[in-house]
Nanobody, 129 residues
Framework: QVQLVESGGGLVQAGGSLRLSCAASGRTFSTYAMGWFRQAPGKEREFVAAIAWSGGSTYYADSVKGRFTISRDNAKNTVYLQMNSLKPKDTAVYYC??????????????????????WGQGTQVTVSS
């Protein structure tokens, strides 16, 4: 089990950038795949991006591909989400999540919230038009 704390959210104009951070506690951070999800008002929580425990592979939702970049620093127990070219539809609470092992199995990618075991409290991102 890991404890997760997000930071870096805020208000930004469309076209701007933000970088979210997620600090994890626990000595086994490097054994977890890490992910970012988001939830807009009145909508279900949706997958944004995931990164392997090694940082060697990543996976993105089509809606953010080419604009967002997930990365991690295992020495700092931290995962990041760099968000560029932000759009108003990116407005949501962004959650960091952890999953022991991999974020995929064969051709199946774990993108459903119930497939991830540990969650942060979320950080608000608001993009104004």
């Amino acid at each position: 089990q890991v404890q997760l704390v997000e930071s870096g959210g805020g208000l930004v104009q469309a076209g701007g950038s933000l970088r979210l951070s997620c600090a994890a506690s626990g000595r086994t951070f490097s054994t977890y795949a890490m992910g970012w999800f988001r939830q807009a008002p009145g909508k279900e929580r949706e997958f944004v991006a995931a990164i392997a425990w090694s940082g060697g592979s990543t996976y993105y939702a089509d809606s953010v591909k080419g604009r967002f970049t997930i990365s991690r620093d295992n020495a700092k127990n931290t995962v990041y989400l760099q968000m560029n070219s932000l759009k108003p539809k990116d407005t949501a609470v962004y959650y960091c999540a952890a999953r022991l092992g991999a974020y995929y199995s064969g051709n199946y990618y774990y993108t459903l919230p119930y497939e991830w075991s540990d969650w942060g409290q979320g950080t608000q991102v608001t993009v104004s038009s």
